[in-house]
């Protein structure tokens, strides 16, 4: 029988995989497959399988987030 912190452990785990996915959903375009691959919709590079399992349904390759990350926080105002 699982104990509290076993609870707790399994509610968090899923909260962050339910946060994850939202967030991979809401923060971006969805990705183009080409040839039944999921790929990049900007590059149009394959999405490697590790980041399309941590983040289903990604629509940006690594560099193309980070890419956008960066220009977001050029943009940003200064507090």
Do not use: W, Y
């Amino acid at each position: 029988m699982p104990d509290a912190a076993d609870m707790a452990q399994t509610f968090e785990s899923q909260h962050r995989d339910t946060s994850l996915n939202k967030l991979a959903r809401t923060d971006g375009p969805p990705p183009v497959v080409i040839d039944g691959v999921a790929c990049c919709a900007e590059c149009e590079e394959p999405i490697a399988p590790a980041r399309l399992k941590a983040l289903p349904g990604v629509g940006l390759c690594v560099a193309c987030q980070q890419s956008r990350e960066m220009e977001r926080e050029e943009t940003e105002p200064e507090e």
